[in-house]
T-cell receptor, first 112, second 111 residues
């Protein structure tokens, strides 16, 4: 089992460019989450999904969109990147809402 | 939504001392209370959790205690070692809701 895998691991974008981060899990988990982590700010929830075809906004959703077309994949999109979106992004998944969450290795995104 | 606060934000101890981190939450419906550890440059990982029908759980040097009435739970680390240095996060939650983390506590253990 690979667990939770994020693609890519590193990326540099120019302001205004778009990109998609892919999160894949092979544990048949229902719940998936996207977080951003900035120094001193902890893990802030961007969007989450409680099942295939569903998505919901988290604490900091502005500037991001998500899709969960397949149960194993959760995509995070930046339509027009801004320097304020420079961060480390973590994907996580859990079997149910009140069970252990497993994290991907993180994606370091820099917007210049 | 859940409002989660952790205290302290930073904690420095000498090797062998005990460390306690407290997490307070607002949603009385929360029924799952985990603690995650994130080492520098790594992903967060679960180290211990407790459910609402249990008051305390212990796993070797770490323990979690829960006070549902007061809506807080705490992480206890005894006989701290340098490898315990990390950021610790709490994330009280329940099924069907967003998984919100506290802002984290940076623990430094000096030898």
């Amino acid at each position: 089992n690979a667990g939770v895998t994020q693609t890519p691991k590193f990326r540099v974008l120019k302001t205004g460019q778009s990109m998609t981060l892919l999160c894949a899990q092979d544990m048949n988990h229902e719940y998936m989450y996207w977080y951003r982590q900035d120094p001193g700010m902890g893990l802030r929830l961007i969007h989450y999904s409680v099942g295939e075809g569903t998505t919901a906004k988290g604490e900091v959703p502005d500037g991001y969109n998500v899709s969960r077309l397949k149960k194993q994949n959760f995509l995070l999109g930046l339509e027009s990147a801004a320097p304020s979106q420079t961060s480390v992004y973590f994907c996580a998944s859990s079997y149910w809402g009140n069970t252990e969450a497993f994290f991907g290795q993180g994606t370091r995104l820099t917007v210049v | 939504g859940e409002n989660v606060e952790q205290h302290p934000s930073t904690l420095s101890v000498q090797e062998g001392d005990s460390a306690v981190i407290k997490c307070t939450y607002s949603d009385s419906a929360s029924n799952y209370f985990p603690w995650y550890k994130q080492e520098l440059g790594k992903r967060p990982q679960l180290i211990i959790d407790i459910r609402s029908n249990v008051g305390e759980k212990k796993d070797q040097r770490i323990a979690v205690t829960l006070n549902k009435t007061a809506k807080h739970f705490s992480l206890h680390i005894t006989e701290t070692q340098p490898e315990d240095s990390a950021v610790y996060f709490c994330a009280p939650n329940q099924a069907g809701t967003a998984l919100i983390f506290g802002k984290g506590t940076t623990l430094s253990v000096s030898s």
